[in-house]
Structures are given as C-alpha cells and as structure tokens.
C-alpha cells in the first residue's frame, strides 16, 4: 500500500506544478518521488517511489534519518542549511544532492520543495518531489570534461605571455601597464580555479574546496571590481553609494568572481549608457550586496530558477545572448561555502535586482551589538 505522502494529494500536487519546481521527468513516474516535511515536528515523510529510487526497504527506519544517512557529513549540513534559508525567506528550495544507497549505489537526485500554508498565513509543512538525475548527471559529466579539457589549453598560453609581458615591462618607469597585466594575470589564475572546482570530470560536489580565508572590508572589494568595470564597459555608468566598513571573513577572489558575474550580467542585459547601481549594507546581522539594473527584467516566477545549474530563461532576449547556465549556479555555490544567500527580484522601476548575503565577522558583529546596548542604557 502507497503511503500518504501528503495529507491531500491533488492540493499538494497541484501547488508543486504552480510554483515551476515540477520534475523534468514527470512523464516516467519511476523517476519521481514525492516527500513533505512537518515543520512543527520536524517529520519527513515520503512516497513508495521514493523509497524504491533509494533502495530503503520497509524493514528499515524512515523519514528523515532514513535519507541523510545515504549522504557524507559535509552535505548533510549543505542541505539541511539551504533547507532553512528556504523555509526562513519563503522561498522555493532546489538542490542535487549524490546519494550511496544501501546498496552501495552512487546516485544523484534534485530535491525540490515549496512552502505549504494551511492556516493563519503560517507555513506548517514543506512539500517537493525527488527527482533521479543520475543519468543526466553522468552526461553532463561528459560534457563539462571536454569544456575542461578545451578550456585549459588556451589559458596556459594566455598567462605564459601575461608573464613574459610583465618580464618586459619590469624594467621600465611607467608603472600602469604592469599593474594592469597582474590583474590580468590574477583573473587567469581565479578562472583556472573555477575550472578545477566546477568543471572538473568527477563532478562530485563534496570535493574539499581550499578556501583562503581573510578578513576584509567588503567596500574595497566592490570598489575594485566596480572600477575593473568602467574600464571594460565604458559605455555603461556604474555607482556605489559610500558606506561605514563591513568586514566579512571570506575567500576574496571567489567573492570578486561573484561581483563579476553579478555585473557582467547587469551589463550584458541592459541597454548601452544605462545605469547599474551596487548597494552594500547592514542587514540582520550579515552584509548584503545588492546589484541593480535597468536591463529587460526577470520572467514572472522565475527568480529562484536562475541561480539552477544550466538553467536558461524562457525570456528571447536573454537567449540570444548564449548564456550556458553556470554563471549564476556558481555564484549560488560559492556563497553557500560562505554560508550566506543569494536571491534575485524584479526591480520595483525595471530591470533586476540581484543580491547576495556574507556573514558579518564575529568581532564587527560583537563590537556593533556592545555598542548598541550601550546606547540603549543597559
């Protein structure tokens, strides 16, 4: 006897097909599972065909426990911190997430889920389907192997002459070509790392990432990055508006790859002499950055999809612009090791509204919270 997954079934299946979270083999129902997850008591529950995908045998404990066991430590704590970022933001949630089964069976599976509201405006339970994406992981597993291979060819020629140029200009009293060619030479060596972390053939998402840690003013960062910008895109008009300093603790050059892409996109899909606008600031407790435009906007709905990996809009005139759907993934996956958030929004004037989360470093944070309960006369 099928288990009920959902108190009623056609709401809950009717209110996954709305929110755009719906499998993308919901044809072959050996594929697709369906789960809900009892927020108050913290319950999983889930369907046959889930437990058949996982190889879980009735004998055997179930719910949550049941699931988690099949993953390493390190995604345990991934997927239950973006499950609560989810439920905390009422967002949609979406993550693949590799698998051993009890068989010993390497698997990989998307997990979706939206917020089910029942009473009161209050969220009492999260319903979602479990998708098997082993085979179409296996594929692009393929694929991303040979963009490695052709990628890395052409940027070892590129950083040789970077550094013979540097060599030449050694010797010489003008100082700005060698400054201009080590930030080129330091851009190769970041996209070298984004090939090792993200597009290296194993396409196994618990590789030990290196992160080199420091501690620094985000304001400088986007300052650097912002004047990068007008130098490459001259037609364009970028403004940030000064601000107090906000330290975060993170790897620098993967959180400047998370300005470029965030801008790049700005510029990319917006017309030539708009405006594109950065906003830092201090929000509960984390520093967020905001990257405004006045491009074509985002589809109705599709908001959350974006930061999905290979993930393209529906929209013809962000088509035509050949985009292959990591950009945003990856931001999505460096800022989750720093464990903050990214979302995007429609601007309230046009355009589009991209943002993203860091936690503000603990001594800041102690320092801002003794001196507001100073001020507060405690």
């Not at 501690?215 to 000064?242: A, W």
């Not at 965030?262 to 405006?275: G, K, L, Q, R």
């Not at 990856?330 to 989360?357: N, P, Q």
Request: hydrophobic share 35%; proline share 2%; aromatic share 8%.
């Amino acid at each position: 006897m099928q288990e009920k997954w959902l108190t009623n079934k056609r709401e809950g299946q009717a209110m996954i097909n709305r929110s755009g979270i719906s499998p993308e083999y919901s044809g072959e129902g050996t594929y697709v599972g369906y789960w809900k997850l009892l927020l108050g008591a913290n319950k999983l529950t889930f369907c046959s065909k889930v437990r058949k995908m996982l190889e879980i045998t009735r004998t055997k404990e179930s719910g949550m426990r049941a699931i988690l066991k099949l993953m390493q430590p390190e995604q345990r704590r991934e997927l239950i911190f973006e499950m609560q970022q989810a439920c905390s933001n009422g967002i949609n949630f979406e993550r693949n997430v590799r698998l051993t089964t009890s068989k010993g069976k390497v698997k990989w599976m998307r997990i979706t889920g939206i917020l089910y509201y029942r009473r009161w405006g209050k969220a009492e339970q999260m319903v979602g389907t479990i998708e098997d994406m082993t085979q179409k992981v296996n594929e692009e597993c393929m694929s991303l192997a040979i963009v490695n291979h052709e990628l890395r060819a052409p940027l070892t020629i590129i950083k040789l002459n970077t550094q013979m140029l540097i060599n030449q200009f050694a010797g010489t009293l003008n100082k700005g070509p060698i400054k201009l060619l080590n930030s080129v030479d330091q851009h190769i060596d970041n996209m070298t790392k984004v090939l090792e972390d993200y597009l290296c053939t194993s396409h196994d998402e618990l590789r030990v990432k290196q992160l080199n840690l420091s501690v620094f003013d985000i304001h400088d960062v986007v300052d650097t990055v912002i004047n990068e910008m007008k130098t490459l895109h001259t037609s364009y008009r970028f403004y940030k508006e000064p601000g107090e300093p906000l330290m975060v603790r993170a790897d620098k050059y993967q959180i400047v790859q998370v300005l470029i892409n965030y801008i790049t996109n700005a510029v990319n899909f917006s017309p030539t002499c708009s405006h594109v606008k950065v906003n830092v600031s201090y929000v509960n407790g984390e520093v967020e950055v905001a990257v405004h435009d006045q491009g074509i906007g985002i589809p109705f709905g599709q908001e959350q999809q974006l930061f999905q990996r290979f993930y393209r809009c529906d929209q013809k005139a962000v088509r035509q612009k050949n985009s292959k759907g990591l950009g945003l993934y990856l931001v999505k996956k460096i800022i989750t090791e720093h464990y903050g958030s990214v979302r995007a929004e429609r601007g309230k004037e046009g355009g589009a509204v991209f943002y993203f989360t860091l936690p503000l470093h603990e001594e800041q944070k102690f320092a801002r919270t003794h001196y507001a309960v100073a001020n507060a006369g405690y």
